[in-house]
């Protein structure tokens, strides 16, 4: 099953600060290779100036970004390339794609559990040729480097230049371009989406496995990411307690495509109980990671409670609806001698997609069944649940034990069986239910396409057999009137001879 790409980006208050870390052998535990585009640190340093000295004339309050940087997690299949090449392959690719320098580095945590690329890079391009400008007249700026329009607005009481204050004589260069305005595409949110699925490509183009395949998550997917925890991270245990949960709803919402329920329907339910409603606890009482576990839950149970629905209404039916497609297995007609020797047009070919039916439906099959038995189950607890809220009294204390033993244990043997649920799919290949029942049902309409064509293929012939069966039977009957024909000539010529 191929892992989901991680590609995270900081924005970066010191640049060279950054630099300096990130290609230190001192504060780096294993530093493979450094690589920039453009090496030389002057570069970057004017970056930083030409950065601060924009953030200081728009008057904008806040922090000034001078790169930003992006940590890119790498399979471990590639720390056997040659690590120079490696890391030069990434930025290179990037500056080609993006058309902006960047500072490289490869690294490996302490533990080597995560290997990594830190890559810094430009919002800025540097201008082939600087744009100087020349003062017309004298220029005077206050102590903020505000451009003022007279001397006088500069001057204290006595007439002499304030402190802070400066002049620009007429002629003097009062101000020197090196680089472009920054490039708005690294603000926008689809940047980092679009920068996974470049690396991500990247990386799998590498890769020499199968199994070592990167795919970029699906945002609009009806399931959560889960989080990265880093290194030394203070909310770990927080995190990995709202991985846990997310990952619950993921397998119930495997479970939700496998009773039926629509993909719109669970992708409603997350956008109204989870997406809103973190938006509407932000709101109320600000960032609160620790309530994000309990939103989630709600969720879980609402769409339970849809799924249970769509059960019960299953078990409604009386009869069992058996999937059968005509022509299917070894049930086909086998051709007679008029058919084989009237065959003109080739027999349809079954596609790649088609022929995995057979065994998709087997898959598919497997999944009804742990879905129906986790259903029985489930039915199972909620009428012990009911003998429980029953079952009243200080004489029935042995007894109320006994029954909430009974739902604990079945509680432990429904989380396992969805567990299983989703692991199913997982052998064959897919990463999670809904994208098994995409190729399912690719699948099954490529089959049954192939089935209709068969079949008109073989009424096709049919008839073609008949047409020729027809034109031999009338042929036939012509030559025997032609040979009774031949055969009348003489008598008829020696009646007219006696006529005579």
Known sequence: MPRHSFIQMTKLHNVMGRIDYITSTVK????????????????????????????????????????????????EGLYHYEHDYLIKHFATDFKKKYGVDCYAALHHNKRKTNFHIHLIFAERTKLEKPVVKVAPRNMFYDENGKHVRTKKEISDES????????????????????????????????FLGEAKVFFTN????????????????DKNSPYLATKKIGKNNPMEEQIKADNEVRQEWNRTVDRAIVSGVLEEDISKIRKDEITKKVWD???????????????????????????????????????????????????????TKAQETAVAVPHPEKSLLASKYVQLKNVHKELQRQNEAIFNLERNRGNLEIELSDCNGVFRSGKRAELQ???????????????????IVQE???????????????????????????????KKQSRKSEDSSRISKQMKNNQIMDNEHENSKPTIRKNLGRVK
């Open 281 to 335: 606890s932000i709101d109320l009482y600000g960032d609160r990671p620790d309530l994000l576990a309990s939103i989630i839950k709600l969720a879980i149970a609402v769409l339970e409670l849809l799924i249970n629905r769509i059960m019960l209404a299953a078990v409604g039916v009386a009869e069992k609806v058996l999937d059968v497609i005509p022509g299917a297995g070894t049930g086909e007609a086998t051709k």
């Open 159 to 190: 007439g002499d230049i304030r402190n802070g204050c400066k002049i620009i004589r007429k002629g003097e260069v009062y101000e020197k371009k090196e680089f472009s305005i920054k490039d708005d595409r690294f603000k926008q949110d689809s």
């Open 202 to 217: 990247e990386i799998n183009q590498l890769v020499l496995h199968e199994e070592d395949k990167l795919k970029v998550f």
């Open 28 to 75: 780096q535990e294993n530093l493979y290779a450094v690589y920039a585009t453009q090496p030389f640190r002057s570069f970057w340093k004017d970056l930083a100036k030409c950065n601060r000295e924009e953030f200081a004339k728009s008057g904008t309050t806040g922090k000034c970004i001078e790169a930003r940087e992006l940590i890119i997690a790498l399979p």
């Open 428 to 458: 064959y290949g897919y990463d999670n239910v809904k994208e098994f029942y995409s190729d399912y049902y690719a699948s099954k309409g490529e089959y049954e396409d192939y089935i209709q064509e068969s079949e008109n293929w073989k």
């Open 405 to 423: 033993k009974q739902i604990d244990e079945l509680d432990h043997m429904i989380n396992d069986m969805k567990r299983q649920l989703s692991s």
